[in-house]
């Protein structure tokens, strides 16, 4: 009867620990910090006007972003990409907050910046450490906007243009497809738990 019982004890704590298990991140989906680039534009206010300047300099930085990544593999090639065109960047920039009838100063960056978690239409990022072009309209006071540069994901968030699918964009610039579905299937218990541990594994390296 002892041995009945110590043999469902261990049976109940294999399975427990193949349960904690599987909730972590494995497959190396601490490479999705590794793999982005992120757009992060902050206008100059909150007031209707400025957010709407801030949705015209974004569309300007996506047109000359874009094309400037289309044909990068990794991350490192579209950070190359992109310092390339930083002067074009800041030039569209600039130009459009002119044009609007504003004299904000427009300050351009790339370089590491902390995210909180973000969701958007059809995926969510953990909150971590990003490569990230920052894109600052005269204070940076108001409301923010966020998105995927590299891939390019921008493009379809600021235009409904998809294009190719998220999926194929993610993988075809290295995730996995178990590393795609920790970003996209946020809503199951399961993943949810993993996107967490994920986030307090980076705050940690970090």
Sequence with gaps: MASTKKLLICTFVILALALIVGMFPVHGEGEIYDTVVRLHVLANSDTDEDQALKLKVRDEVIKVVTPAVENCKTQSEAADAIETVMPEIEAAAARIVKESGYDYAVAVKLGEEY???????????????????????????GQNWWCCLFPPLCLSAATDDGGKSNEDAFISVGLSADQYKLITETSSPKYRIRFKILETLSSWFN
């Design 115 to 141: 995210y909180p978690t973000k969701s958007y239409e059809t995926c969510a990022f953990p909150e971590g450490e990003y490569l990230s072009l920052r894109v600052l309209i005269g204070e940076g006071e």
